[in-house]
């Protein structure tokens, strides 16, 4: 996500610190901000506006808004930003959980507001990159020991070398014009069928 013109939601149950958070942003340049007053019902206000960033101001979270607002959270690929008055271990530990990228306690000035939105924007950016590292090395390392498989198979049914076997499968992947996972992927369903 790259910082441009952010579209931003603000949730945020009292209008005074809402309007902190807002003129805090529309000073930092972000003309983009929606605020709404009400946690409930949120779910649509997001699928609708879409929002790039979402900062979420909670004076005295209690247990149940907490709950309702980490599972939204869970299910949407967005910073988040989370001010909060007071909190505790656990709370901290289930707003992470949750994909919040900053939380902040005690701490809602005006003047913080731009570099807390561009924290929790890094953040996001880089737990992202990671997950999607992650993704490909799982990928990768799954890719790998089905060619293994499949090697090992033609090298049984076959009586190939593994160089042979490895030529083979890499062969077959050029002819086919497809990657050598996917053949060695059919080779592996195809000797659970016929074995």
């Known amino acids: 996500m790259v910082q ?3 579209t931003i939601l603000v949730i945020d149950e009292n209008a005074i610190r809402a309007s902190i958070i807002e003129e805090g942003l529309r ?3 972000h003309s983009q901000v929606t605020v709404i007053h009400e946690v409930h019902g ?3 206000m997001i699928e609708s506006l879409k929002p790039d960033v979402i900062i979420i101001d909670l004076e005295n979270p209690n ?3 907490m709950e309702h607002l980490f599972q939204l959270t869970r299910t949407i690929s ?6 909060v008055d007071r909190s505790d271990t656990a709370s901290i530990e289930a707003a992470v959980e949750a994909g919040v990228s900053a939380y902040i306690v005690d701490g809602l000035k005006k003047e913080r507001v731009k570099s ?3 924290m929790a924007v890094s953040r ?3 737990f992202s990159r990671l997950q ?15 060619v293994e498989r499949a090697k090992g198979i033609l090298m049984k049914m076959r009586g190939l070398s593994e160089e042979e076997a490895f030529a083979l499968l890499r062969q077959s992947a050029m002819n086919e014009k497809k990657k050598m996972a996917d053949i060695a992927q059919s080779i592996v369903t195809a000797a659970r069928l016929l074995l």
């Open 132 to 146: 999607r590292e992650l993704a490909e090395a799982r990928s990768a390392l799954e890719e790998r020991k089905v």
């Open 124 to 126: 996001f950016n880089a």
């Open 27 to 29: 000073e930092a340049g």
């Open 4 to 6: 441009g013109e952010l």
């Open 116 to 118: 807390i939105l561009d």
């Open 78 to 83: 967005r910073p988040i930003a989370m001010f």
């Open 42 to 44: 949120v779910a649509r």
């Open 63 to 65: 247990r149940d808004m």
